[in-house]
């Protein structure tokens, strides 16, 4: 019995080390029942096995005793084949608790691969998922050049990203691989997920393709984009430019002084019409540019310029607008330079035959005194006629400043018809009419001198020559190496030339020519006139001077008055003599005298009978 049991539980024993369990919990429960048969079930066995040798063992002693055949079991149940049996079991249970421990390692393992397994399908579908989403979200319709450059960037990173969670595809492939060949009972569930993972993968394969050609088509439609706002800078900024620039110019203000000058400006104004039409396309391209970029850029500005082709096509029309004014403009500068233009031809007219005018009677002026042939007197009414003729043309002198002044208002500076202007023929026309008034005076002093001092014309003219003679410049005057070279040739004993050169220095020394000198020329201007040389000549010449003649001479030129003013001095005698006399006179004290009145009368006695060389 005990063999045969043994020998049956061998296949039990056996049947739980080979079937594999499907479940931890399965081979806990196996464990369990092979922990209940050794502790319940083969206790009472290994009693009975123990129980059947003992009895084996009587029962052989007492048939030996007895002298009886020993008993011999059937083939199969000796004690041996027991003990044989016994041990068989016992190996069989060692084997079996083993391969159940194992198995629950296997099943733990195969467990905690699950785990990683599931943990990493759903972490790298949970990635995917959300990859996806953020490639469908992604706005690359909106996104200007630099952010697509900064997408491309992260999406170029993004390869690294995928190269990791393609090493994470591949481990969940490993994972299901191993479980399936270790027989895990779940490995259709396992290859189930393992080949769904791979679909989501393939999915975002193509999603990621599809959202790099958006980026990559994108790009090059805002680097087009950029690239004709680029270009759009680049003939907007300089068309800008040329348009305010010609504004400015169409708008300045101008002054020209010639007719030259206006057309100057016609003339350029003309070229700057003449260049509308290319300008005019180069605004045509613009907007052409500017349409384009409309029909493919749906948002956004332009970074290379705040210009707009709205705000350009305003100052064109402005532009435009401004052409037909500047033309009137200029026309109108035209005509009013042309009228100034006549004008300054008129008194270009005017002055050159008012300048060759005085020319001629400065001539005249000049015959009227070197004349050999004519007296003093004759020259006296020569002068007259010359100044009343002076006198009949101030009408054209003052139509000429009638004219200068239309010249001023119309702001006229430059007159290449005339080179004269009105001050210089206002000196002319001052110095002709004192230069007559001037010389008439002196031909009166000359007769004066000739008639107070008893001297006739030849005396005169004898003095003339010897002036004129010495007058190098023929300006009517002497300085005063001249006057001495004169008063040596007519055989005064004067100071030698050195001295006279020399004399500023010894101011202690006054020597006679010095005295002269303060005669002829009171207020040192370094020039002696012909009325000065011909008193001084007269005086030294005549003996029969006296100083009622004199005085005489002074009641003539003061209205038979006791006094004479510096005033009535200054008008009837040269600069130089008069200031003598008046320098030298006292003041008149007497009861009818006046504020300034001079006393000619003490100084023709002090002066009487006087010579200075």
Same mark, same amino acid.
């Given at each position: 019995?005990?063999?045969?049991?043994?020998?049956?539980?061998?296949?039990?024993?056996?049947?739980?080390?080979?079937?594999?369990?499907?479940?931890? *919990?399965?081979?806990?429960?196996?464990?369990?029942?092979?922990?209940?048969?050794?502790?319940?079930?083969?206790?009472?066995?290994?009693?009975?096995?123990?129980?059947?040798?003992?009895?084996?063992?009587?029962?052989?002693?007492?048939?030996?005793?007895?002298?009886?055949?020993?008993?011999?079991?059937?083939?199969?149940?000796?004690?041996?084949?027991?003990?044989?049996?016994?041990?068989?079991?016992?190996?069989?249970?060692?084997?079996?608790?083993?391969?159940?421990?194992?198995?629950?390692?296997?099943?733990?393992?195969?467990?905690?691969?699950?785990?990683?397994?599931?943990?990493?399908? !759903?972490?790298?579908?949970?990635?995917?998922?959300?990859?996806?989403?953020?490639?469908?979200?992604?706005?690359?319709?909106?996104?200007?050049?630099?952010?697509?450059?900064?997408?491309?960037?992260?999406?170029?990173?993004?390869?690294?990203?995928?190269?990791?969670?393609?090493?994470? /595809?591949?481990?969940?492939?490993? /994972?299901?691989?191993?479980?399936?060949?270790?027989?895990?009972?779940?490995?259709?569930?396992?290859?189930?997920?393992?080949?769904?993972?791979?679909?989501?993968?393939?999915?975002?394969?193509?999603?990621?393709?599809?959202?790099?050609?958006?980026?990559?088509?994108?790009?090059?439609?805002?680097?087009?984009?950029?690239?004709?706002?680029?270009?759009?800078?680049?003939?907007?900024?300089?068309?800008?430019?040329?348009?305010?620039?010609?504004?400015?110019?169409?708008?300045?203000?101008?002054?020209?002084?010639?007719?030259?000058?206006?057309?100057?400006?016609?003339?350029?104004?003309?070229?700057?019409?003449?260049?509308?039409?290319?300008?005019?396309?180069?605004?045509?391209?613009?907007?052409?540019?500017?349409?384009?970029?409309?029909?493919?850029?749906?948002?956004?500005?332009?970074?290379?310029?705040?210009?707009?082709?709205?705000?350009?096509?305003?100052?064109?029309?402005?532009?435009?607008?401004?052409?037909?004014?500047?033309?009137?403009?200029?026309?109108?500068?035209?005509?009013?330079?042309?009228?100034?233009?006549?004008?300054?031809?008129?008194?270009?007219?005017?002055?050159?035959?008012?300048?060759?005018?005085?020319?001629?009677?400065?001539?005249?002026?000049?015959?009227?005194?070197?004349?050999?042939?004519?007296?003093?007197?004759?020259?006296?009414?020569?002068?007259?006629?010359?100044?009343?003729?002076?006198?009949?043309?101030?009408?054209?002198?003052?139509?000429?400043?009638?004219?200068?002044?239309?010249?001023?208002?119309?702001?006229?500076?430059?007159?290449?018809?005339?080179?004269?202007?009105?001050?210089?023929?206002?000196?002319?026309?001052?110095?002709?009419?004192? *230069?007559?008034?001037?010389?008439?005076?002196?031909?009166?002093?000359?007769?004066?001198?000739?008639?107070?001092?008893?001297?006739?014309?030849?005396?005169?003219?004898?003095?003339?020559?010897?002036?004129?003679?010495?007058?190098?410049?023929?300006?009517?005057?002497?300085?005063?190496?001249?006057?001495?070279?004169?008063?040596?040739?007519?055989?005064?004993?004067?100071?030698?030339?050195?001295?006279?050169?020399?004399?500023?220095?010894?101011?202690?020394?006054?020597?006679?020519?010095?005295?002269?000198?303060?005669?002829?020329?009171?207020?040192?201007?370094?020039?002696?006139?012909?009325?000065?040389?011909?008193?001084?000549?007269?005086?030294?010449?005549?003996?029969?001077?006296?100083?009622?003649?004199?005085?005489?001479?002074?009641?003539?030129?003061?209205? !038979?008055?006791?006094?004479?003013?510096?005033?009535?001095?200054?008008?009837?005698?040269?600069?130089?003599?008069?200031?003598?006399?008046?320098?030298?006179?006292?003041?008149?004290?007497?009861?009818?005298?006046?504020?300034?009145?001079?006393?000619?009368?003490?100084?023709?006695?002090?002066?009487?009978?006087?010579? !200075?060389?």
């Amino acid at each position: 019995v005990v063999s045969t049991q043994s020998t049956g539980m061998i296949p039990w024993i056996d049947q739980m080390r080979e079937q594999r369990a499907s479940s931890i *919990s399965e081979v806990k429960a196996r464990l369990e029942e092979f922990r209940t048969y050794r502790l319940t079930v083969k206790p009472p066995k290994t009693e009975e096995k123990g129980k059947l040798i003992t009895d084996y063992n009587t029962l052989q002693t007492k048939l030996r005793l007895s002298n009886r055949p020993a008993f011999l079991p059937s083939e199969g149940k000796l004690i041996n084949d027991i003990e044989r049996a016994w041990d068989n079991l016992e190996t069989t249970e060692r084997g079996v608790e083993q391969h159940l421990m194992s198995e629950l390692i296997r099943l733990q393992r195969l467990e905690h691969l699950f785990a990683r397994f599931s943990q990493k399908c !759903d972490s790298l579908a949970a990635w995917i998922t959300e990859t996806k989403a953020f490639f469908k979200k992604d706005n690359i319709a909106e996104a200007d050049l630099n952010e697509l450059l900064g997408k491309i960037k992260s999406d170029d990173a993004f390869d690294t990203d995928m190269g990791i969670h393609s090493e994470r /595809l591949e481990q969940i492939a490993n /994972l299901a691989h191993d479980m399936v060949q270790q027989g895990f009972s779940k490995a259709a569930e396992v290859a189930a997920r393992s080949q769904a993972m791979n679909g989501l993968w393939e999915n975002l394969l193509v999603a990621r393709t599809k959202h790099r050609e958006d980026l990559e088509q994108a790009r090059e439609t805002q680097e087009k984009i950029d690239q004709m706002r680029l270009d759009f800078a680049k003939k907007a900024n300089p068309f800008n430019n040329w348009l305010e620039g010609a504004r400015e110019d169409l708008l300045d203000s101008f002054v020209c002084h010639s007719i030259e000058e206006v057309n100057s400006l016609v003339t350029a104004h003309e070229e700057f019409k003449a260049c509308l039409p290319e300008f005019h396309q180069i605004f045509l391209d613009i907007q052409q540019l500017q349409q384009e970029i409309d029909v493919i850029a749906t948002f956004g500005s332009n970074p290379y310029t705040n210009l707009e082709v709205d705000s350009l096509g305003t100052k064109w029309n402005e532009l435009l607008q401004l052409i037909p004014q500047r033309d009137q403009i200029l026309q109108d500068a035209l005509v009013k330079e042309k009228k100034k233009d006549e004008l300054r031809k008129t008194f270009a007219n005017h002055a050159n035959w008012f300048a060759n005018w005085t020319t001629e009677e400065q001539r005249k002026i000049s015959e009227s005194t070197m004349g050999p042939d004519l007296s003093l007197n004759e020259q006296l009414a020569y002068l007259a006629e010359l100044l009343e003729e002076v006198e009949g043309y101030k009408p054209q002198y003052e139509e000429l400043e009638n004219l200068n002044k239309l010249i001023q208002n119309e702001v006229i500076f430059n007159n290449p018809y005339c080179k004269h202007t009105m001050e210089s023929l206002n000196v002319s026309w001052e110095e002709l009419h004192n *230069s007559v008034a001037r010389q008439k005076n002196a031909v009166e002093n000359q007769i004066l001198v000739r008639d107070s001092k008893g001297i006739n014309e030849e005396q005169v003219k004898e003095m003339k020559s010897a002036f004129d003679h010495f007058d190098k410049n023929d300006d009517g005057r002497l300085d005063h190496f001249e006057f001495r070279a004169c008063l040596v040739s007519l055989g005064y004993n004067v100071d030698t030339e050195e001295h006279l050169v020399n004399h500023a220095a010894d101011t202690d020394r006054h020597s006679d020519f010095e005295r002269v000198l303060q005669m002829v020329d009171p207020d040192m201007t370094g020039q002696v006139t012909f009325n000065a040389f011909m008193d001084f000549m007269t005086q030294e010449a005549s003996d029969m001077d006296t100083a009622e003649q004199i005085i005489a001479s002074f009641r003539v030129l003061a209205g !038979d008055k006791r006094y004479i003013t510096p005033e009535e001095i200054r008008r009837e005698l040269p600069a130089h003599q008069a200031e003598y006399c008046i320098a030298r006179m006292s003041p008149y004290e007497g009861h009818d005298a006046v504020p300034g009145s001079l006393d000619y009368m003490s100084f023709a006695t002090a002066l009487y009978g006087q010579s !200075d060389l």
